[in-house]
């Protein structure tokens, strides 16, 4: 029962990013815009959702642990969207460069609450 509300709570959470874009009058058009992957929850979510994309194929070639993945991910991201919508220079890749841990954090939490205690219950029952 506890994981379903907390499966709930991100879904949920993650539903009203759209909303806040509809409540500043403009619809969301795009899966991904870079100004909306400029910030932390943007960001969060498409690093969550690329490191599950990627973390079977690395874990299986390559011994990379999936947190230092996460964190180049996160980098990537808000590099790009910080050079696409503000422009870059040194002082931006100083605070992309910390804004990415708070980035790979969150992607790490919204991990653990929905898919690796699923995860989880499966090896139990398997065992």
Excluded at 5 to 10: A, K
Excluded at 26 to 54: N, S
């Amino acid at each position: 029962m506890k994981k379903i509300f907390w499966i709930m709570l991100t879904v949920a959470l993650l539903m009203l990013l759209p909303v806040a874009a509809i409540a500043e009058g403009e619809l969301p058009v795009d899966p991904f815009t870079w100004e909306q992957l400029a910030t932390i929850a943007g960001a969060t979510l498409a690093t969550l959702l690329i490191v599950q994309l990627l973390k079977l194929p690395l874990d299986k070639v390559w011994k990379i642990p999936t947190r230092i993945v996460a964190y180049l991910i996160a980098l990537i991201i808000l590099i790009a969207a910080t050079y696409f919508t503000q422009g870059l220079d040194w002082s931006k890749v100083g605070l992309c460069i910390l804004n990415a841990v708070i980035v790979a954090l969150s992607a790490f939490g919204a991990y653990e609450i929905t898919f690796h205690k699923i995860e989880q219950k499966k090896e139990k029952t398997e065992t």
